[in-house]
């Protein structure tokens, strides 16, 4: 029986047995159940067609739901870097991609994201396509950092823009619920940026870069 409009949309897109398999493995490896929810994976996939994406970044892997949404919709050749900080939740991910056919496309580098994101700037890596899902508190600086590795037209996603409805409550102030503020903030005013929200499940940000950065 469905109960919620969430669950209503699920039921009409329906199984995916790929991701199903991703979600357990990842409540077999004792990680955080916290990953995407259905819909948005779809939403990940139609975005990064629409943009015709052939090189994407996503900042926090996990088990590697995310990243398989974001392979799905690569462009011929295309390439996804994923960044994560802990190995063994790399390890599950580059497994679980491997067995959905994409472990050709998916590069992981293991350490702090912003160490990571100042490598791929050093390298002259430029990307089409950003999912940020990572620790809350360091969301404006991984924003920052997106904009300047973005080419023009990039798309950038930020999931958990909501902070489960912390961000409303004006008597709340933690660092990270003042980092999703901000963050929030800047898709919205930012010049730079073209941007929008989706409430559903616990937010999501939607932001295109309006003429990528250049060195």
Same mark, same amino acid.
């Given at each position: 029986?469905?109960?919620?409009?969430?669950?209503?949309?699920?039921?009409?897109?329906?199984?995916?047995?790929?991701?199903?398999? /991703?979600? @357990?493995?990842?409540?077999?490896?004792?990680?955080?159940?916290?990953?995407?929810?259905?819909?948005?994976?779809?939403?990940?996939?139609?975005?990064?067609?629409?943009?015709?994406?052939?090189?994407?970044?996503?900042?926090?892997?996990?088990?590697?739901?995310?990243?398989?949404?974001?392979?799905?919709?690569?462009?011929?050749?295309?390439?996804?870097?994923?960044?994560?900080?802990?190995? +063994?939740?790399?390890?599950?991910?580059?497994?679980?991609?491997? @067995?959905?056919?994409?472990?050709?496309? /998916? +590069?992981?580098?293991?350490?702090?994201?912003?160490?990571?994101?100042?490598?791929?700037? @050093?390298?002259?890596?430029?990307?089409?396509?950003?999912?940020?899902?990572?620790?809350?508190?360091?969301?404006?600086?991984?924003?920052?950092?997106?904009?300047?590795?973005?080419?023009?037209?990039?798309?950038? /996603?930020?999931?958990?823009?909501?902070?489960?409805?912390?961000?409303?409550?004006?008597?709340?102030?933690?660092?990270?619920?003042?980092?999703?503020?901000?963050?929030?903030?800047?898709?919205?005013?930012?010049?730079?940026?073209?941007?929008?929200?989706?409430?559903?499940?616990?937010?999501?940000?939607?932001?295109? /870069?309006?003429?990528?950065?250049?060195?």
């Amino acid at each position: 029986m469905v109960n919620t409009p969430e669950e209503y949309i699920e039921s009409l897109l329906g199984r995916d047995p790929v991701l199903e398999r /991703v979600l @357990e493995g990842i409540r077999r490896h004792g990680m955080p159940e916290i990953s995407i929810a259905p819909p948005l994976g779809k939403l990940l996939t139609l975005l990064v067609k629409a943009v015709h994406a052939r090189d994407a970044l996503e900042i926090g892997a996990l088990g590697g739901y995310s990243g398989i949404c974001i392979a799905r919709g690569l462009a011929d050749g295309g390439k996804l870097v994923s960044l994560e900080l802990d190995h +063994e939740f790399a390890a599950v991910a580059k497994q679980h991609l491997t @067995e959905a056919g994409f472990g050709d496309k /998916v +590069e992981y580098r293991i350490g702090e994201a912003l160490a990571s994101l100042k490598k791929l700037d @050093e390298e002259g890596a430029r990307f089409d396509f950003f999912l940020i899902d990572a620790d809350k508190f360091n969301y404006p600086n991984y924003l920052e950092w997106t904009i300047r590795l973005a080419r023009p037209g990039a798309l950038i /996603v930020g999931d958990n823009i909501l902070s489960r409805g912390r961000v409303i409550d004006p008597e709340i102030s933690t660092i990270s619920v003042d980092a999703i503020r901000q963050f929030n903030e800047r898709i919205a005013q930012d010049p730079r940026l073209e941007g929008t929200f989706l409430p559903a499940y616990d937010g999501v940000a939607i932001a295109r /870069v309006k003429g990528g950065q250049t060195r």
